[in-house]
């Protein structure tokens, strides 16, 4: 190239263009930086709660429940037990293994008894997970 060539002159279009590339580039960037300083990689915070009413039917009492992870990590193979406490004594118990629960997922399950829960003191409790 010689003193006397120029390069040519880029056009409005290339320059909006490059302008818009540029751009959303720096959103990415913004929103990868702003996601790795806000994660704490917090363990899993894992709670159970009962749901709605007790549903009797054919002599078989069915009791919902939500398992919520509100932590930051996931958890696998989350174990859940209830037991039913009649004459402080365990009438019935259950278990339920929910395989997946990411950070802020909640999932539904239900216990089956064969004895009515309002009789008695009915306790859910997170037993076990772990970590992927």
């Not at 997922?105 to 089956?112: D, I, L, M, T």
């Amino acid at each position: 190239m010689t003193k006397t060539e120029q390069q040519p002159k880029r056009s409005l279009a290339e320059w909006v263009t490059f302008s818009v590339a540029s751009f959303i580039l720096a959103i990415i960037v913004s929103l990868v930086v702003y996601t790795w300083l806000n994660e704490k990689n917090q363990p899993p915070v894992i709670s159970v709660s009962r749901k709605e009413t007790i549903r009797e039917i054919n002599g078989q009492f069915y009791v919902p429940f939500e398992v919520a992870n509100t932590g930051g990590d996931t958890a696998e193979s989350v174990q859940i037990i209830a037991e039913l406490v009649i004459d402080g004594k365990v009438a019935e118990s259950g278990e339920q293994q929910i395989d997946f629960l990411s950070s802020r997922e909640r999932e539904e399950g239900a216990f089956v008894f064969s004895q009515n829960p309002r009789q008695g003191k009915l306790n859910l409790r997170i037993a076990s997970y772990k970590l992927p």
